[in-house]
């Protein structure tokens, strides 16, 4: 089992940047796919990114490409989320997940497909 723990999130002017970290306990972190969903009020759970295993390989929803950036660092048990250009449509409560199972390769993972996820961290996006 992990426990995510997410940080980073905030109040930030539309056009700003952010950037979310999440860091995880147990010694099987490498062994998992890593990936953030978010939550606008109102509105269905949206995954917005995922991260191969070896970082190597990473996924956007349309939503996010090209303005957000997803990243591991395995010596740190940690997963970042850099997003630019921020919108006011991107505030929502920002998850961090892991799948433990690989439940798909060489695509965004949906929300429904992670094990494990964090409490949230708030970001809004003022006009």
């Known amino acids: 089992q992990v426990q995510l723990v997410e940080s980073g999130g905030g109040l930030v002017q539309a056009g700003g940047s952010l950037m979310l970290a999440c860091a995880a306990s147990?010694?099987?972190?490498?062994?998992?796919?890593m990936g953030w969903f978010r939550q606008a009020p109102g509105k269905e759970r949206e995954s917005i990114a995922s991260?191969?295993?070896?970082?190597?390989?990473?996924y956007y929803a349309d939503s996010v490409k090209g303005r957000f950036t997803v990243s591991r660092d395995s010596t740190k048990n940690t997963v970042y989320l850099q997003m630019n250009s921020l919108k006011p449509e991107d505030t929502a409560v920002y998850y961090c997940?892991?799948?433990?199972?690989?439940?798909?390769?060489?695509?965004?993972?949906?929300?429904?497909?992670?094990?494990?996820w964090g409490r949230g961290t708030q970001v809004t996006v003022s006009s």
């Open positions: 991260i191969s295993t070896t970082g190597g390989h990473t």
């Open positions: 997940a892991a799948d433990a199972t690989l439940s798909g390769t060489n695509r965004l993972l949906l929300h429904t497909e992670y094990d494990y």
């Open positions: 147990g010694r099987t972190f490498r062994s998992y796919a």
